[in-house]
């Protein structure tokens, strides 16, 4: 399985509700803790999702559940995967 673009990580993390946090400009872009300019949040580079784990598919579950999209997202995974 391919990775996911950072394009399809933001967009996973924002659906869970959490922020899709940002460097300034003056941070480098990657390898060290940094504080987002959003929600000052200090962030690990190492616990951004990247949507390849259980505990963060287990998240994407749980917000279909809520969302009562379950039965919709199951539906289209069969069509996408079962062709
Ligand atoms: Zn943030």
Request: aromatic letters at 14%.
């Amino acid at each position: 399985m391919k990775p996911l673009t950072e394009a399809q990580r933001k967009r996973l993390t924002l659906y869970l509700g959490e922020c899709w946090h940002e460097r300034s400009c003056n941070v480098p872009a990657s390898g060290i803790v940094y504080r987002c300019v959003k929600c000052k949040t200090a962030v690990y580079p190492i616990s951004e999702h990247t949507f390849t784990t259980y505990e963060d598919l287990g998240k994407l579950k749980e917000r279909l559940v809520e969302n009562g999209e379950w039965d919709l997202f199951c539906a289209y995974a069969a069509y996408v995967f079962a062709g």
